[in-house]
Protein backbone atom coordinates (compact mmCIF):
# COMPACT_ATOMS: atom_id res chain seq x y z
CA UNK A 1 0.00 0.00 0.00
CA UNK A 2 2.91 2.05 0.76
CA UNK A 3 3.94 2.08 -2.85
CA UNK A 4 1.02 2.61 -4.19
CA UNK A 5 0.43 5.57 -2.59
CA UNK A 6 3.66 6.74 -3.19
CA UNK A 7 3.34 6.13 -7.02
CA UNK A 8 -0.46 8.12 -6.70
CA UNK A 9 1.24 11.01 -5.11
CA UNK A 10 4.05 10.75 -7.79
CA UNK A 11 1.41 11.12 -10.59
CA UNK A 12 -0.33 13.32 -9.43
CA UNK A 13 2.34 15.96 -8.75
CA UNK A 14 3.42 15.91 -11.75
CA UNK A 15 0.47 16.41 -13.67
CA UNK A 16 -0.79 18.83 -11.57
CA UNK A 17 2.81 21.15 -12.22
CA UNK A 18 2.39 20.33 -15.55
CA UNK A 19 5.94 18.63 -16.09
CA UNK A 20 6.75 15.52 -18.48
CA UNK A 21 7.17 11.94 -17.45
CA UNK A 22 9.92 11.17 -14.66
CA UNK A 23 12.27 9.88 -18.05
CA UNK A 24 12.75 13.46 -18.79
CA UNK A 25 12.76 14.69 -15.28
CA UNK A 26 16.05 12.73 -15.60
CA UNK A 27 17.21 13.98 -18.47
CA UNK A 28 16.97 17.43 -17.26
CA UNK A 29 18.44 16.89 -14.14
CA UNK A 30 21.72 15.00 -15.71
CA UNK A 31 22.06 17.60 -18.19
CA UNK A 32 21.83 20.02 -15.43
CA UNK A 33 24.50 18.51 -12.91
CA UNK A 34 26.69 17.61 -16.14
CA UNK A 35 26.55 21.84 -16.66
CA UNK A 36 27.61 22.56 -13.62
CA UNK A 37 30.38 20.56 -13.54
CA UNK A 38 31.29 22.09 -16.77
CA UNK A 39 32.12 25.37 -15.18
CA UNK A 40 33.41 24.33 -11.63
CA UNK A 41 36.82 22.55 -13.72
CA UNK A 42 38.69 25.77 -15.52
CA UNK A 43 40.69 26.72 -12.49
CA UNK A 44 42.02 22.93 -11.76
CA UNK A 45 43.11 22.99 -15.61
CA UNK A 46 44.75 26.38 -15.89
CA UNK A 47 46.47 26.68 -12.66
CA UNK A 48 50.03 26.38 -14.18
CA UNK A 49 48.59 29.10 -16.47
CA UNK A 50 47.48 31.76 -13.99
CA UNK A 51 50.10 31.37 -11.89
CA UNK A 52 52.62 32.12 -14.96
CA UNK A 53 50.57 34.62 -16.85
CA UNK A 54 49.05 36.29 -13.75
CA UNK A 55 51.96 36.24 -10.94
CA UNK A 56 49.76 33.82 -8.82
CA UNK A 57 51.54 32.19 -5.79
CA UNK A 58 51.20 28.83 -4.68
CA UNK A 59 49.04 30.39 -1.23
CA UNK A 60 47.12 32.38 -4.21
CA UNK A 61 45.95 28.86 -5.88
CA UNK A 62 45.56 27.05 -2.02
CA UNK A 63 43.02 29.84 -1.90
CA UNK A 64 40.69 29.42 -4.43
CA UNK A 65 40.39 26.19 -3.82
CA UNK A 66 39.60 26.56 -0.02
CA UNK A 67 36.98 29.40 -1.37
CA UNK A 68 34.87 26.84 -3.58
CA UNK A 69 34.99 24.33 -1.27
CA UNK A 70 33.81 26.16 2.02
CA UNK A 71 31.58 28.15 -0.30
CA UNK A 72 29.96 25.03 -2.04
CA UNK A 73 29.36 23.72 1.92
CA UNK A 74 27.45 26.74 2.51
CA UNK A 75 25.63 26.17 -0.23
CA UNK A 76 24.43 22.87 0.09
CA UNK A 77 23.45 23.41 3.84
CA UNK A 78 21.07 26.46 2.29
CA UNK A 79 20.46 24.71 -0.87
CA UNK A 80 17.90 22.40 0.55
CA UNK A 81 15.68 24.74 2.21
CA UNK A 82 16.03 27.04 -0.31
CA UNK A 83 14.22 24.20 -2.67
CA UNK A 84 12.06 23.46 -0.10
CA UNK A 85 10.19 27.21 0.29
CA UNK A 86 10.97 28.48 -3.06
CA UNK A 87 10.75 25.72 -5.44
CA UNK A 88 13.33 23.77 -7.17
CA UNK A 89 12.69 25.57 -10.49
CA UNK A 90 13.19 29.01 -9.36
CA UNK A 91 16.48 28.10 -7.15
CA UNK A 92 18.08 25.78 -10.13
CA UNK A 93 17.10 28.58 -12.63
CA UNK A 94 19.11 31.42 -10.14
CA UNK A 95 22.25 29.43 -9.25
CA UNK A 96 23.05 28.06 -12.95
CA UNK A 97 22.67 31.38 -14.17
CA UNK A 98 24.84 32.84 -10.83
CA UNK A 99 27.59 30.37 -11.68
CA UNK A 100 27.52 31.48 -15.44
CA UNK A 101 28.61 35.17 -13.99
CA UNK A 102 30.57 33.92 -11.74
CA UNK A 103 32.96 32.18 -14.22
CA UNK A 104 32.63 35.65 -16.35
CA UNK A 105 33.67 37.83 -13.71
CA UNK A 106 36.64 35.11 -12.88
CA UNK A 107 37.92 35.44 -16.35
CA UNK A 108 37.84 39.76 -16.60
CA UNK A 109 39.57 39.69 -13.11
CA UNK A 110 43.45 39.35 -12.32
CA UNK A 111 43.96 40.48 -8.55
CA UNK A 112 44.10 37.72 -6.42
CA UNK A 113 41.33 38.73 -3.70
CA UNK A 114 38.90 39.35 -6.74
CA UNK A 115 39.81 36.01 -8.13
CA UNK A 116 39.25 34.10 -4.85
CA UNK A 117 35.93 35.76 -4.27
CA UNK A 118 34.72 35.22 -7.74
CA UNK A 119 35.40 31.51 -6.98
CA UNK A 120 33.63 31.58 -3.98
CA UNK A 121 30.75 32.76 -5.52
CA UNK A 122 30.86 30.04 -8.07
CA UNK A 123 31.07 27.75 -5.19
CA UNK A 124 27.72 28.91 -3.31
CA UNK A 125 26.20 28.58 -6.87
CA UNK A 126 27.74 25.06 -7.20
CA UNK A 127 26.59 24.09 -3.76
CA UNK A 128 23.01 24.44 -4.24
CA UNK A 129 21.58 22.41 -7.20
CA UNK A 130 22.20 18.73 -5.35
CA UNK A 131 19.71 18.68 -3.03
CA UNK A 132 17.09 20.10 -5.44
CA UNK A 133 17.75 17.71 -8.05
CA UNK A 134 17.63 15.02 -5.68
CA UNK A 135 13.98 15.93 -4.50
CA UNK A 136 13.06 16.16 -7.87
CA UNK A 137 14.14 12.78 -8.48
CA UNK A 138 12.73 10.98 -5.23
CA UNK A 139 9.56 12.92 -5.91
CA UNK A 140 9.44 11.11 -9.72
CA UNK A 141 10.75 8.02 -9.18
CA UNK A 142 9.45 7.15 -6.24
CA UNK A 143 10.55 3.13 -5.11
CA UNK A 144 12.61 3.34 -7.89
CA UNK A 145 15.06 6.31 -6.92
CA UNK A 146 18.18 4.28 -5.99
CA UNK A 147 18.59 3.26 -9.72
CA UNK A 148 17.41 6.76 -11.47
CA UNK A 149 20.26 8.70 -8.48
CA UNK A 150 22.73 6.04 -9.66
CA UNK A 151 21.55 7.06 -13.21
CA UNK A 152 21.60 10.55 -12.34
CA UNK A 153 25.36 10.81 -10.35
CA UNK A 154 26.99 9.86 -13.68
CA UNK A 155 26.91 13.10 -14.73
CA UNK A 156 29.08 14.32 -12.66
CA UNK A 157 32.16 11.59 -13.56
CA UNK A 158 31.33 12.76 -17.19
CA UNK A 159 30.65 16.36 -16.65
CA UNK A 160 34.41 16.39 -14.78
CA UNK A 161 36.27 14.18 -17.91
CA UNK A 162 34.25 16.95 -20.26
CA UNK A 163 35.03 19.81 -18.35
CA UNK A 164 39.00 18.56 -18.04
CA UNK A 165 39.09 17.88 -21.47
CA UNK A 166 37.19 20.78 -22.47
CA UNK A 167 39.69 23.10 -20.58
CA UNK A 168 42.48 21.70 -21.71
CA UNK A 169 41.47 22.08 -25.37
CA UNK A 170 40.51 25.46 -24.77
CA UNK A 171 43.98 26.44 -22.76
CA UNK A 172 46.23 25.44 -25.88
CA UNK A 173 43.94 26.88 -28.45
CA UNK A 174 42.88 30.72 -27.08
CA UNK A 175 43.85 32.79 -24.28
CA UNK A 176 42.92 31.74 -20.69
CA UNK A 177 40.04 33.73 -20.24
CA UNK A 178 37.77 31.46 -23.15
CA UNK A 179 38.59 28.87 -21.06
CA UNK A 180 35.43 30.52 -18.53
CA UNK A 181 33.99 32.06 -20.75
CA UNK A 182 33.17 29.21 -22.82
CA UNK A 183 31.80 27.44 -19.55
CA UNK A 184 29.76 30.32 -18.77
CA UNK A 185 28.02 30.29 -22.07
CA UNK A 186 27.28 26.79 -21.07
CA UNK A 187 26.16 27.48 -17.91
CA UNK A 188 23.84 30.46 -18.98
CA UNK A 189 22.37 28.39 -21.97
CA UNK A 190 21.71 25.89 -19.33
CA UNK A 191 19.88 28.66 -17.04
CA UNK A 192 17.34 29.07 -19.51
CA UNK A 193 16.81 25.70 -20.33
CA UNK A 194 16.14 24.82 -16.51
CA UNK A 195 13.54 27.78 -16.52
CA UNK A 196 11.71 26.19 -19.43
CA UNK A 197 11.87 22.37 -18.30
CA UNK A 198 12.74 21.84 -15.12
CA UNK A 199 9.87 20.51 -12.73
CA UNK A 200 9.32 21.75 -9.52
CA UNK A 201 7.61 20.68 -6.30
CA UNK A 202 6.53 23.66 -4.29
CA UNK A 203 6.30 27.46 -4.63
CA UNK A 204 3.53 29.12 -6.37
CA UNK A 205 3.02 26.79 -8.89
CA UNK A 206 1.99 23.83 -7.16
CA UNK A 207 1.11 25.07 -3.76
CA UNK A 208 -2.88 24.38 -4.11
CA UNK A 209 -2.73 21.37 -6.00
CA UNK A 210 0.81 19.25 -5.39
CA UNK A 211 -0.10 16.15 -3.10
CA UNK A 212 2.92 16.52 -0.93
CA UNK A 213 4.39 19.92 -0.05
CA UNK A 214 5.77 19.71 3.62
CA UNK A 215 5.77 23.38 4.58
CA UNK A 216 2.57 23.90 3.26
CA UNK A 217 0.60 22.93 6.83
CA UNK A 218 2.33 25.26 8.52
CA UNK A 219 1.78 28.07 6.53
CA UNK A 220 -2.02 27.48 6.18
CA UNK A 221 -2.16 27.22 10.08
CA UNK A 222 -0.47 30.96 9.93
CA UNK A 223 -3.34 33.48 9.27
CA UNK A 224 -5.53 32.05 12.50
CA UNK A 225 -2.37 32.15 14.48
CA UNK A 226 -2.04 35.57 13.58
CA UNK A 227 -5.59 36.75 14.44
CA UNK A 228 -5.40 35.07 17.53
CA UNK A 229 -2.31 36.78 18.25
CA UNK A 230 -3.94 40.12 17.40
CA UNK A 231 -6.79 40.02 19.88
CA UNK A 232 -4.35 38.86 22.92
CA UNK A 233 -2.21 41.78 21.53
CA UNK A 234 -4.64 44.31 20.65
CA UNK A 235 -5.45 48.09 22.22
CA UNK A 236 -8.58 48.83 24.59
CA UNK A 237 -10.32 49.58 20.98
CA UNK A 238 -9.46 46.09 19.49
CA UNK A 239 -6.80 47.06 17.15
CA UNK A 240 -3.66 45.31 17.74
CA UNK A 241 -0.25 46.65 18.92
CA UNK A 242 1.51 46.81 15.73
CA UNK A 243 5.42 47.07 17.78
CA UNK A 244 4.20 44.16 20.05
CA UNK A 245 3.52 42.10 17.30
CA UNK A 246 6.50 42.65 15.50
CA UNK A 247 8.54 42.01 17.93
CA UNK A 248 6.17 38.55 18.60
CA UNK A 249 6.60 37.61 15.08
CA UNK A 250 10.57 38.03 15.06
CA UNK A 251 10.95 35.70 18.21
CA UNK A 252 8.38 33.26 16.77
CA UNK A 253 10.66 33.07 13.88
CA UNK A 254 13.64 32.47 15.41
CA UNK A 255 12.35 30.00 17.66
CA UNK A 256 10.68 28.43 14.68
CA UNK A 257 14.21 27.77 13.38
CA UNK A 258 16.08 26.59 16.32
CA UNK A 259 12.95 24.07 17.27
CA UNK A 260 13.52 23.34 12.97
CA UNK A 261 17.35 22.74 14.07
CA UNK A 262 16.68 20.20 16.65
CA UNK A 263 13.84 18.10 15.29
CA UNK A 264 16.56 17.50 11.91
CA UNK A 265 18.97 16.93 14.42
CA UNK A 266 16.57 13.80 16.24
CA UNK A 267 15.79 12.24 12.87
CA UNK A 268 16.61 8.72 13.46
CA UNK A 269 20.16 7.96 11.96
CA UNK A 270 20.45 11.64 10.34
CA UNK A 271 23.64 12.44 12.49
CA UNK A 272 25.07 8.78 12.02
CA UNK A 273 24.51 9.42 7.96
CA UNK A 274 26.12 12.56 7.90
CA UNK A 275 29.48 11.82 9.93
CA UNK A 276 29.43 8.70 7.55
CA UNK A 277 29.46 10.44 4.30
CA UNK A 278 31.96 13.24 5.76
CA UNK A 279 34.51 10.69 5.93
CA UNK A 280 33.90 8.95 2.40
CA UNK A 281 33.71 12.76 1.03
CA UNK A 282 37.14 13.32 2.86
CA UNK A 283 38.70 10.05 1.13
CA UNK A 284 36.93 10.29 -1.94
CA UNK A 285 38.72 13.77 -2.66
CA UNK A 286 41.81 13.41 -1.11
CA UNK A 287 42.94 10.69 -3.66
CA UNK A 288 40.96 12.87 -6.41
CA UNK A 289 42.88 15.84 -5.41
CA UNK A 290 46.13 14.06 -4.81
CA UNK A 291 46.29 10.70 -6.80
CA UNK A 292 48.21 13.23 -10.08
CA UNK A 293 50.63 14.13 -7.73
CA UNK A 294 51.26 11.31 -5.53
CA UNK A 295 52.22 9.13 -8.89
CA UNK A 296 54.48 12.00 -10.19
CA UNK A 297 56.15 12.63 -7.35
CA UNK A 298 55.89 9.36 -5.36
CA UNK A 299 56.01 6.73 -7.70
CA UNK A 300 57.65 8.13 -10.45
CA UNK A 301 55.27 8.01 -13.64
CA UNK A 302 55.50 9.95 -16.42
CA UNK A 303 52.95 13.30 -16.92
CA UNK A 304 52.08 10.96 -20.22
CA UNK A 305 51.21 7.40 -17.77
CA UNK A 306 49.45 9.79 -15.16
CA UNK A 307 46.31 10.90 -17.05
CA UNK A 308 45.15 7.38 -17.85
CA UNK A 309 46.57 6.30 -14.65
CA UNK A 310 44.22 8.56 -12.55
CA UNK A 311 41.21 8.88 -14.65
CA UNK A 312 41.15 5.29 -13.51
CA UNK A 313 39.92 6.22 -10.46
CA UNK A 314 36.69 8.77 -11.63
CA UNK A 315 36.15 6.15 -14.49
CA UNK A 316 35.34 3.26 -11.50
CA UNK A 317 33.01 5.77 -10.41
CA UNK A 318 31.04 6.56 -13.24
CA UNK A 319 30.60 2.53 -12.89
CA UNK A 320 29.98 2.40 -9.49
CA UNK A 321 27.70 4.83 -8.93
CA UNK A 322 25.30 3.08 -11.24
CA UNK A 323 25.79 -0.08 -9.83
CA UNK A 324 25.00 0.80 -6.87
CA UNK A 325 22.15 2.34 -7.70
CA UNK A 326 20.41 -0.28 -9.34
CA UNK A 327 21.49 -3.06 -6.70
CA UNK A 328 19.31 -1.51 -4.21
CA UNK A 329 16.46 -1.77 -5.96
CA UNK A 330 16.98 -4.78 -7.65
CA UNK A 331 19.04 -7.08 -5.02
CA UNK A 332 18.67 -5.30 -1.84
CA UNK A 333 14.47 -4.35 -2.39
CA UNK A 334 15.39 -0.87 -0.80
CA UNK A 335 17.68 -1.45 1.65
CA UNK A 336 20.48 1.00 0.92
CA UNK A 337 23.36 0.17 4.06
CA UNK A 338 22.35 -3.58 2.98
CA UNK A 339 24.75 -1.96 -0.51
CA UNK A 340 26.86 0.70 1.36
CA UNK A 341 28.31 -1.29 4.38
CA UNK A 342 29.71 -4.23 1.92
CA UNK A 343 31.32 -1.38 -0.10
CA UNK A 344 32.86 0.43 2.42
CA UNK A 345 34.60 -2.50 3.85
CA UNK A 346 35.89 -3.49 0.10
CA UNK A 347 36.84 0.25 -0.31
CA UNK A 348 38.70 -0.47 3.16
CA UNK A 349 40.52 -3.41 2.03
CA UNK A 350 41.66 -1.51 -0.88
CA UNK A 351 43.41 1.09 0.54
CA UNK A 352 44.99 -1.27 2.65
CA UNK A 353 46.34 -3.16 -0.36
CA UNK A 354 47.34 -0.05 -2.10
CA UNK A 355 49.21 1.24 0.88
CA UNK A 356 51.46 -1.85 1.33
CA UNK A 357 51.16 -3.92 -1.78
CA UNK A 358 52.94 -1.06 -3.79
CA UNK A 359 56.00 -1.42 -1.48
CA UNK A 360 55.85 -4.83 -1.70
CA UNK A 361 55.93 -4.36 -5.07
CA UNK A 362 58.61 -1.47 -5.49
CA UNK A 363 60.84 -4.07 -3.56
CA UNK A 364 60.93 -1.76 -0.48
CA UNK A 365 59.57 -4.57 1.83
CA UNK A 366 62.01 -7.73 1.70
CA UNK A 367 59.80 -10.69 1.09
CA UNK A 368 62.63 -14.32 2.08
CA UNK A 369 64.99 -12.24 1.90
CA UNK A 370 64.79 -10.94 -1.52
CA UNK A 371 64.74 -7.07 -1.96
CA UNK A 372 64.73 -6.97 -6.27
CA UNK A 373 62.30 -4.85 -6.97
CA UNK A 374 58.79 -5.51 -9.48
CA UNK A 375 59.18 -4.38 -13.27
CA UNK A 376 57.30 -1.40 -13.90
CA UNK A 377 54.72 -3.32 -16.09
CA UNK A 378 53.86 -5.42 -13.37
CA UNK A 379 53.81 -2.17 -11.04
CA UNK A 380 51.29 -0.38 -13.62
CA UNK A 381 48.31 -3.44 -13.78
CA UNK A 382 48.69 -3.27 -9.82
CA UNK A 383 48.03 0.47 -9.82
CA UNK A 384 45.47 0.32 -12.84
CA UNK A 385 43.25 -2.66 -10.84
CA UNK A 386 43.32 -1.54 -7.75
CA UNK A 387 42.38 2.33 -8.64
CA UNK A 388 39.90 0.84 -10.61
CA UNK A 389 38.48 -1.32 -8.08
CA UNK A 390 38.53 2.30 -5.79
CA UNK A 391 36.86 4.29 -7.95
CA UNK A 392 33.75 1.59 -7.89
CA UNK A 393 33.41 0.71 -4.37
CA UNK A 394 34.39 4.79 -3.23
CA UNK A 395 31.43 6.00 -5.07
CA UNK A 396 28.88 3.89 -4.62
CA UNK A 397 28.61 5.05 -1.22
CA UNK A 398 29.25 8.59 -2.03
CA UNK A 399 25.94 8.59 -4.33
CA UNK A 400 24.01 6.76 -2.03
CA UNK A 401 24.56 8.52 1.41
CA UNK A 402 23.83 11.44 0.22
CA UNK A 403 21.03 10.59 -1.94
CA UNK A 404 18.60 7.96 -1.54
CA UNK A 405 20.02 7.25 1.98
CA UNK A 406 19.46 10.75 3.02
CA UNK A 407 15.93 11.10 1.36
CA UNK A 408 14.90 8.08 3.08
CA UNK A 409 15.56 9.63 6.43
CA UNK A 410 13.73 12.61 5.68
CA UNK A 411 10.88 10.83 5.62
CA UNK A 412 11.37 10.24 9.16
CA UNK A 413 11.27 13.98 9.81
CA UNK A 414 7.94 14.33 9.13
CA UNK A 415 7.22 18.18 7.73
CA UNK A 416 10.65 19.46 7.47
CA UNK A 417 11.53 19.02 3.75
CA UNK A 418 12.97 16.64 1.50
CA UNK A 419 15.34 18.99 0.22
CA UNK A 420 16.64 20.55 3.56
CA UNK A 421 17.57 17.23 4.80
CA UNK A 422 19.19 16.35 1.67
CA UNK A 423 21.44 19.80 2.21
CA UNK A 424 22.52 19.14 5.63
CA UNK A 425 23.73 15.58 4.15
CA UNK A 426 25.16 17.05 1.44
CA UNK A 427 26.77 20.10 3.33
CA UNK A 428 28.35 17.80 5.89
CA UNK A 429 29.58 15.40 3.93
CA UNK A 430 30.80 18.68 1.90
CA UNK A 431 33.09 20.01 5.02
CA UNK A 432 34.99 17.10 4.64
CA UNK A 433 35.95 17.58 1.23
CA UNK A 434 37.42 21.30 2.68
CA UNK A 435 39.53 19.17 5.36
CA UNK A 436 41.18 17.04 3.05
CA UNK A 437 43.77 18.76 1.84
CA UNK A 438 44.84 19.37 5.70
CA UNK A 439 44.81 15.67 6.12
CA UNK A 440 46.62 14.88 3.27
CA UNK A 441 49.71 17.45 3.43
CA UNK A 442 49.82 16.86 7.16
CA UNK A 443 49.60 13.09 7.37
CA UNK A 444 52.03 12.64 3.51
CA UNK A 445 54.96 14.95 5.05
CA UNK A 446 55.26 13.89 8.48
CA UNK A 447 54.14 9.91 8.13
CA UNK A 448 54.84 8.96 4.53
CA UNK A 449 52.05 8.81 1.87
CA UNK A 450 51.76 4.72 2.71
CA UNK A 451 50.99 6.10 6.19
CA UNK A 452 48.22 7.88 4.18
CA UNK A 453 46.64 5.63 2.66
CA UNK A 454 46.65 3.16 5.86
CA UNK A 455 44.46 6.07 7.43
CA UNK A 456 41.73 6.45 4.65
CA UNK A 457 41.04 3.21 4.70
CA UNK A 458 40.84 3.37 8.53
CA UNK A 459 38.36 6.64 8.25
CA UNK A 460 36.40 4.20 6.22
CA UNK A 461 36.31 1.45 8.66
CA UNK A 462 34.84 4.37 11.11
CA UNK A 463 32.48 5.25 8.47
CA UNK A 464 31.39 1.58 8.18
CA UNK A 465 30.29 1.22 12.00
CA UNK A 466 28.52 4.60 11.77
CA UNK A 467 26.39 2.89 9.20
CA UNK A 468 25.12 0.11 11.66
CA UNK A 469 22.54 1.74 13.62
CA UNK A 470 20.77 3.34 10.42
CA UNK A 471 20.71 0.40 8.91
CA UNK A 472 19.12 -1.17 11.77
CA UNK A 473 16.65 1.96 11.55
CA UNK A 474 16.18 1.08 7.64
CA UNK A 475 15.21 -2.37 7.77
CA UNK A 476 12.41 -2.00 10.92
CA UNK A 477 11.36 1.59 8.36
CA UNK A 478 10.65 -1.12 5.67
CA UNK A 479 9.27 -3.73 7.62
CA UNK A 480 6.87 -1.99 8.99
CA UNK A 481 5.69 -1.05 5.74
CA UNK A 482 5.91 2.56 5.76
CA UNK A 483 7.43 5.65 7.67
CA UNK A 484 6.27 7.14 10.19
CA UNK A 485 5.41 11.06 10.25
CA UNK A 486 5.75 10.58 6.41
CA UNK A 487 4.81 13.82 3.94
CA UNK A 488 0.96 14.72 5.03
CA UNK A 489 -1.61 15.84 1.84
CA UNK A 490 -3.09 18.65 1.75
CA UNK A 491 -7.05 18.74 3.14
CA UNK A 492 -8.60 20.33 0.40
Same mark, same amino acid.
Given at each position: ??? @???????????????????????????????????????????????????????????????????????????????????? /????????????????????????????????????????????????????????? %?????? =?????????????????????????????????????????????????????? &??? &?????? @??????? @???????? +???????????????????? /????????????????? +????????????? =??????????????????? /? *??????????????? @???????????????????????? *??????????????????????? =? %?????? %?????????????????????????????????????????????????????????????????????????????????????? +???????????????????? &?? +?????????????????
Amino acid at each position: MGH @EAAAKNKAGLLTQCGTVSPGVVLAVAWIGYFSFYIGRKPVAVAKRVLASELGLTPGHLGLLDTSFLACYACGSFTGGALGDKYG /ERAVLTVVTAGSALACFLFAICEDPTLLAVCWGLNGIMQGVPYPCYMKLLGLSFGAK %LGSAAG =LWQTSAYAGGAAGNMLAGYLLTQFPWQVTFFVPSAVLAACSVATLMLTPTSSGE &ECS &EAAPEV @ELSVVSA @EEPDARQR +RNLVLGDADGSPSHSAEQQT /EQEGAVSRVCHKALRVI +RIPGLVNVSLAYF =LVKLVRYAILFWLPYYLIN /E *RHYSTTSVGPLSSCF @ELGGLLGCTLAGFATDAWADGHRF *RVVVPLLVASACLLFAYADGAQL =L %LGEIPV %LGVEAPAAPFSIFVFDFVVLSCLGVCVSGPDSILAGPAAQDLAKLGGDLGVATVVGIVDGIGSLGSVMQGAVTTTVSTKYGWASLY +RLLGLLLVCSCVLCVSPMRI &EA +RRIAGGSAPGGPKKLQV
